[in-house]
Each structure stands twice: as C-alpha cells, then as structure tokens.
C-alpha cells in the first residue's frame, strides 16, 4: 500500500460460512472478513466508494420492495379467486378479521374526549302517577360520575307515572365508569325531590352505543310507603360520537346554558354544578 492514498489494517478474522459453487475444485478455501459498521464507511469514504455503494444498496432495496409488492398482489388475487369460488358453491365467503370487543378499560381509553349524544326518551312506573297519589312535575338530570357538567331535562307538568320527555343532549366523556341519571319532582318553593335514581355502566357502552331501559330505584332513604309497587325504569340511547377539535367544540352550541324549569319540553339543558 505504499503508493495508495489509504491503509487498510488487518483485524481478528473469522471464518463463518462460504457456500461453493458449481464446479468450484474441493479444496477450495474462503474467508469472509467481519468488520463493523462504523470502520466499513471509512473504509468506503477512503476508497471513495461510498457512492456506487449506497446506489447499489437502493437498488436492492427497490428490487425488494418491488417482489414483496407482486407477492401481496399474487396473495390479494388468490383470496379473491377463493371467495369468488365459495359464493359460486354457495359456501359462506372467508371470515373478515373483527378485532375483538372493546373492554370496560379499554373503552374508558378510546372514548377519552369523545362526545356522548345522550337522549332521554321517557320513564315507566314512577310515583306519584295514581289517581289518589301526589301531583308530580318530573325532569331528569343525567351526568357521568364525578363530572361537575350534567344534561337536565324540561319540566312536565303532571303527565302521571309514566312520562315522556324525548329529549336530547350532547356531554363529553372523559373517562368515566358510569352515567348517573336522577329523576326530580319539581318543587317551586323549596328544593327539588329526589324521586329516583340509577347508572348505566360504560361496559354497556361497549359496542359504540346503546338504546334501551335502564333501572331506577327509589332514593336511599326513602320512606316505605313512599317506594314504588312497580319497578321504575326509564328509556334513553346514548351514541359515541367521534372526538372533536377545539375549533369544532367551539362552535358546535348545540345546547343551551340555563335552568331546566325554562327549558322547552323538546330540548335539554346543560349547566355546570359549582
């Protein structure tokens, strides 16, 4: 190397594998050379070699690509010959890959920030709806628990034990394990009356919605005589609607700020406890 530009310093060596070829005598010796990353790019730069080398190394990578492209064409094609097969000996197609159900956990993690489009529909059973009983005028008041923002209904006036308010409402969910929802007689001198109360737990929310009856019972420390002989229930759907941004909250004022007892029977109201 004495009239090159570069040395080249001979390191450990070690023999791991030379394949021979066709025709290639027996005796043949091979050695391969195993140097490190950062030695084999000088060794390139010194030899000025670096070039052609990264060339060759994108064209490999191109040819790579390329055959891993017409095998997924080759393999998409044969499914597709396969399911056209089955539908034409009238077997079910191939099952299509579902992931599987969300969990309480994991929906609690997917929703976070999610918009919940809640509707209360009506209530069956509640008291106060007989001939000779008390005169109610019921709203409802839903909010996930441990939020400070709720959804309250408008006011019915004496519409008997089983009223409908078919009213819709929009909160966002920020990880919570239940929606609680109280059910109130309104009470224009003093404070409202708790009447009933129940939650839907966010595992039935699952699925990305639900709409059916959820069970009220009667208010921890209610009076015996005043329990319900009927179960109490009452009807609402909820729908996981997607996460929206900041510009998008802003300006969807789809509710109303205000209280209940103003609100009109086909709306719902949104406040802030304090």
């Not at 990578?61 to 492209?69: D, G, T, V």
């Not at 209610?222 to 729908?239: C, D, F, L, Q, T």
Request: proline residues 7%; aromatic residues 8%; contains cysteine.
């Amino acid at each position: 190397s004495a009239g090159l530009g570069y040395d080249v310093t001979l390191g450990p060596i070690r023999l791991v594998a030379v394949p021979k070829g066709r025709g290639a005598p027996a005796n043949q010796d091979g050695v391969c050379w195993k140097l490190c990353a950062a030695r084999f790019a000088e060794f390139l730069q010194r030899a000025q070699r670096k070039l052609p080398f990264e060339q060759a190394c994108r064209m490999s990578l191109l040819s790579r690509q390329l055959a891993l492209k017409r095998l997924c064409e080759g393999m998409l094609k044969a499914w597709q010959r396969e399911e056209a097969a089955a539908e034409i000996r009238g077997k079910p197609p191939m099952s299509v890959f579902e992931p599987p159900p969300l969990t309480p956990r994991g929906f609690r993690v997917a929703y976070r920030g999610a918009a919940m489009r809640i509707s209360i529909r009506n209530a069956v059973n509640l008291p106060g709806g007989g001939w000779f009983g008390p005169k109610i005028d019921p709203f409802v008041v839903v909010r996930f628990s441990g939020s400070r923002r709720d959804l309250r209904t408008a006011v019915l006036k004496d519409p008997g034990g089983d009223p409908c308010w078919k009213a819709e409402g929009t909160l966002r969910y920020i990880g919570e394990r239940a929606l609680e929802i109280r059910v109130y007689a309104f009470n224009k001198f003093r404070e409202d009356d708790l009447i009933a109360e129940g939650e839907l737990r966010v595992g039935a929310l699952c699925s990305g919605r639900f709409d059916g009856l959820v069970k009220l019972d009667a208010p921890k420390g209610a009076k015996r005589g005043g329990r319900p002989s009927k179960e109490m229930g009452i009807v609402i759907g909820v729908v996981c609607e997607r996460r929206r941004s900041s510009a998008e909250e802003e300006s969807a004022g789809t509710l109303t700020t205000g209280s209940s007892r103003s609100t009109p029977p086909w709306q719902m109201s949104e406040s802030v406890v304090a």
